[in-house]
């Protein structure tokens, strides 16, 4: 696999967690990134985890070896187009997989997950894992 891929939180747990899989599968691709709504959920769960410290730290390590792309009023409008189109079929997701759905449309990225219904946001290139 090559190009430019941005990671959902559940891919991201996975390889904070050591699943093999997950990671000999990012040893094919070229570029990843984590959104700041990935970021964003990943400190939560450590927050509210047994092991916070752990946790964060192995956060912190990866954010900083891995590019983290924010929203803007580019993703914003994005985001409303995404929402809209779903609210009309009747196939509303969870908000911050909008927001990464928006973000990977923005930057022409392949969203890396664990989720089926990334399937249903028209023109946004997903792969599961």
């Known amino acids: 696999m090559n190009g430019r891929h941005l990671l959902d939180t559940n891919l991201v747990i996975g390889l904070l967690g050591g699943d093999g899989d997950a ?25 509210k985890s047994a092991r916070p410290d752990q946790n ?8 900083s070896s891995v590019p983290v792309l924010e929203c803007n009023s580019g993703t914003a409008r994005l985001y409303g187009q995404i929402k809209s189109g ?6 509303p997701i969870p908000e ?3 927001w990464n759905a928006a973000i990977a449309r923005q930057h022409g990225l392949v969203i890396l997950s664990r989720d089926e219904h990334f399937r249903d946001i028209p023109d946004l290139h997903w792969e599961k894992w």
């Open 56 to 63: 964060l730290s192995k956060i912190m390590d990866f954010a």
């Open 96 to 98: 911050n997989d909008l």
């Open 86 to 91: 779903l609210y009309g079929k009747g196939r």
């Open 23 to 47: 990671r000999r599968r990012m040893e094919t691709v070229d570029e990843a990134f984590l959104s700041s709504i990935v970021l964003g959920e990943l400190y939560f769960g450590a927050f």
